[in-house]
């Protein structure tokens, strides 16, 4: 077998090899869906990007006679480190071929960076945290991934195992036909009738005449609520402006809803159409004509990913969340569309998994988050 090499990400060359190689590591799968490469770039801090105004990364890349077989990167998550008071680095942005020696090289280079900088124990994948793409597929490998949800080779789970990862948190994707909207349990419309009765919770659409603002409320909403959510940590001011001025372009107006209470947001629920095939279309290339193709006819997109109910904290145990989503049935049955996957939803989310599964939405993907912390003792 040829020489191995793993070397870090330097040049400009190396950063395009760096970002090219999932081309070649899922040539034959048709369920892989190309990045979008200047997003890539950004996230990977080869272009500027808010996230690493605090925060830093390495990355590496596997070389096997010449052809690259691997790739990973070292993160440092400032907001974690100081929200959660440990020193744990994180890994993300993996690729490899079915090779256990390369793997073996790239996590060890990972590894010793981290510890380099401080860190004393690794979490991942996440992309570069999880406000992003985040998790390794390992079951649901036979359907394409929905917007910004991540896919992989079968294999990637025994890769990362044997590099001494365990198990701390899996993520599910629900799918469900839209036609098992209008077939709701009788009971669930009771209950945000009586909601929204009882508590004057009313909803609305995005407003398209304050649409910058309006998409900057849905992100301070969503920092604000998941306060207690296992891992998370807030998008930073930067961070914000940056992802407002990203979906901005790809929010619809019809498929975010508000809840406000007295006038005052209190919720919000967002759906993105699912633009991955359009993406595919267009390689990941935004330019010169990709943007137009990507964004052009959005109604004759007929999947969509409901991203995410948020309530701010003292409003949580109203059943404001089930609110939102009823007042998604009609727009999202106006607008003709066929699937939606509601995604990604935490394990130890109970309340979110049995309202699914109550909706008839059906696990069709799970992810999972490792870290290499050694087990606890036996008690």
């Not at 009738?193 to 009313?202: A, I, N, P």
């Amino acid at each position: 077998m040829a020489e191995l090499t793993i070397r870090p990400v330097d040049t400009r060359s190396e950063q395009k090899r760096f970002i090219r190689l999932p081309w070649r590591i899922y040539r034959d799968d048709p369920c892989w869906m190309p990045p979008l490469v200047m997003s890539q770039e950004e996230l990977l801090n080869f272009r500027p990007h808010p996230f690493y105004e605090r925060s830093k990364a390495r990355s590496f890349i596997a070389s096997r006679g010449g052809v690259d077989v691997g790739r990973i990167t070292g993160i440092v998550n400032a907001g974690h480190v100081e929200r959660y008071g440990e020193n744990r680095g994180f890994f993300g942005f993996f690729e490899c071929d079915d090779d256990a020696a390369a793997a073996r090289g790239l996590f060890g280079a990972a590894r010793d960076w981290l510890h380099a900088q401080g860190m004393t124990s690794i979490r991942g994948p996440a992309n570069p945290s999880l406000n992003y793409e985040c998790g390794l597929l390992i079951d649901g490998f036979d359907t394409p991934p929905f917007f910004m949800m991540t896919h992989n080779r079968p294999w990637y789970g025994r890769l990362v195992e044997e590099n001494g990862f365990g198990k701390i948190e899996d993520m599910y994707a629900f799918w469900g036909e839209t036609a098992m909207l209008s077939s709701l349990d009788s009971k669930l419309g009771s209950m945000i009738q009586g909601v929204k009765e009882r508590f004057g919770v009313t909803v609305r659409p995005l407003d398209r005449s304050r649409f910058d603002d309006e998409v900057r409320m849905f992100l301070d909403i969503y920092n604000s609520s998941l306060g207690g959510t296992w891992g998370f940590v807030p998008l930073s001011s930067g961070e914000v402006k940056h992802m407002a001025e990203s979906l901005k372009h790809l929010i619809v107006p019809e498929l975010a809803m508000v809840a406000e209470v007295g006038g005052k947001p209190i919720g919000t629920v967002f759906c993105l159409l699912d633009y991955n095939p359009r993406i595919k279309a267009i390689n990941g290339r935004l330019f010169p004509f990709g943007f137009v193709r990507l964004l052009w006819n959005k109604k004759g997109i007929k999947r969509m990913r409901a991203i995410s109910t948020n309530v701010v904290p003292e409003y949580q145990a109203w059943g404001v969340g089930l609110v939102l989503m009823g007042a998604l049935v009609q727009p999202v049955i106006d607008w003709g569309m066929k699937e939606v996957e509601f995604s990604w939803v935490l394990e130890s989310n109970h309340l979110s998994k049995r309202t699914l599964e109550r909706g008839g939405a059906i696990v069709t993907k799970k992810y999972r988050i490792y870290q290499d912390d050694p087990p606890a003792p036996a008690a």
